[in-house]
């Protein structure tokens, strides 16, 4: 993975490349520059989102097609940003236009059910196991009442969640997700830190969190907590720190660990489902979940989100013991979208499609990383990966914490000033769709090469 003979590289050399490079970017970006100054007249920080706000300025995008996307400047990119994660059909599919245009000639939003839901929710309960699904619109909503289902199933109050794991932004999974240092507590039981103001501190007291990749920690979590736990809510692998694996048999370990104590297990596969398998992480690491939140690539581009459960869990919402329910869940054009994208475009070739390129990424990065010898290495699941700029396999957060981010920061910019965009921030990852060529996933590495090159000049 990582290569044995990796030496440090010198810090003085990473700012000065990286005062260049934001040099370069600024310079080829006015447009965007002067949006965004607009933009803060009328937004907090010039960005409908606080994920969008990313140094050294916003990106402004006009269009996008195929891998493929433009910016307002008129610079052109191979897009392994992917909106987040969810472009994995790639830009303006031709499949998924004419869904979505013939379904908003035929009316767009009805809020009583269409045919289109029971072949999405019928394509899931296939690909992950789970017989039973109700539909949302993002990965917030989908944690949310994955939460709310679980406790009323249990009767139970407290939940538990691995430290630095984002699963949206509702109070109750809001709690250590990128806790500062003189916060976390200690690594082996951390402490409930809300990631923003505004979250009441009694809400936070009932998430409990501890260290991923970490069975004991979690069989105490629950001694500390007899009878009082409704759910371990778990990303089955982190997409929020970089990607951080699950040990062999630790998601097995973490089911066994809830089920002994009367508790649920959650996966949260808002990243992971649909990308790096059909059936996601449940399908690649082989471990069903009591319930699985759903959200992004499933909607082929479309605001979407799904839970899914077990048919006796699922049932409190049968019986009307807990309220699933939103104006746009299952909206048509969603559904639409939904429906080709999983039973059309992301078909056994589009998996295999994937791997190939993933392959091609992943071997040329570790021949870059050889070559000079740097301190990273790379993770490939299928449409998924990144580069951890660490020789050492990162675990859980603490390991992620030793991290050097001005790496991630200077080969964002190197790859945004060479046509590449990634999702910004050092704990993103890559996205690839069914429309990226082998010659676009190489673009990446050569770039790569350049920055390894420099670095090392
Ligand atoms: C693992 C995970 N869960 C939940 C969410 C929240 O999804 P949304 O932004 O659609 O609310 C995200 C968003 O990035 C996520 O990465």
Same mark, same amino acid.
């Given at each position: ?196 103001? $505004? ?108 839970? $899914? ?149």
């Amino acid at each position: 993975m990582s290569t044995p003979t990796a030496r440090q590289v010198s810090s003085t050399r990473v700012k000065e490349l990286t005062t260049h490079e934001e040099g370069r970017f600024r310079k080829a970006r006015p447009r965007s520059q002067q949006l965004w100054n607009e933009a803060r007249e009328v937004m907090p920080r010039g960005v409908p989102s606080s994920f969008q706000d990313a140094a050294p300025q916003p990106v402004f995008v006009e269009r996008g097609k195929g891998s493929r996307v433009w910016d307002v400047d008129g610079n052109e990119y191979v897009d392994f940003h992917n909106g987040f994660g969810v472009m994995v059909v790639g830009h303006a599919h031709p499949k998924i236009v004419e869904a979505v245009s013939h379904r908003i000639a035929q009316g767009s939003h009805f809020a009583q059910p269409v045919a289109e839901d029971v072949q999405v929710a019928r394509e899931l309960s296939r690909r992950f196991g789970l017989p039973q699904w109700r539909f949302t619109n993002s990965g917030t909503e989908s944690t949310l009442d994955a939460v709310r289902i679980a406790r009323a199933f249990t009767g139970r109050e407290r939940l538990i969640k691995m430290e630095a794991s984002y699963h949206g932004h509702h109070d109750a999974l809001m709690v250590s997700v990128e806790p500062p240092a003189d916060l976390m507590g200690p690594p082996d039981e951390p402490a409930s830190v809300p990631q923003s103001e $505004g979250i009441p501190a009694a809400v936070v007291e009932l998430t409990t969190v501890i260290p991923f990749n970490d069975l004991k920690a979690a069989e105490r979590a629950f001694t500390r907590h007899p009878g009082e736990v409704a759910a371990v809510i778990v990303e089955p692998a982190m997409m929020n720190v970089g990607i951080v694996l699950p040990d062999q048999g630790y998601l097995a370990g973490l089911r066994d660990i809830a089920h002994n104590n009367g508790a649920l297990l959650i996966f949260d596969e808002v990243k992971t489902g649909a990308t790096i398998a059909a059936g996601g992480a449940t399908e690649r690491f082989g471990v069903t979940p009591d319930l699985i939140a759903l959200a992004k690539a499933i909607g082929g581009g479309l605001p979407c989100g799904a839970v $899914g459960g077990r048919a006796n869990v699922m049932a409190v919402i049968e019986d009307k013991r807990v309220a699933q329910m939103g104006t746009f869940n299952g909206n048509p054009l969603t559904m639409a979208a939904s429906k080709v994208t999983l039973l059309e475009i992301l078909n056994a070739s589009a998996y295999a499609h994937f791997d190939a390129l993933a392959e091609t990424l992943q071997g040329g990065l570790d021949r870059v990383i050889a070559d000079h010898e740097l301190p990273f290495h790379v993770i490939t699941l299928a449409a998924r990966g990144g580069v951890t700029y660490r020789a050492q396999r990162v675990r859980n957060y603490r390991d992620y914490l030793e991290i050097d981010k001005a790496f991630a920061y200077l080969s964002w910019l190197y790859q945004c000033n060479r046509g590449v965009i990634m999702a910004p921030g050092a704990e993103e990852n890559w996205t690839l769709s069914v429309q990226h060529s082998v010659d676009d996933v190489q673009r990446y590495v050569d770039n790569f090469a350049e920055m390894a090159r420099d670095l090392r000049a």
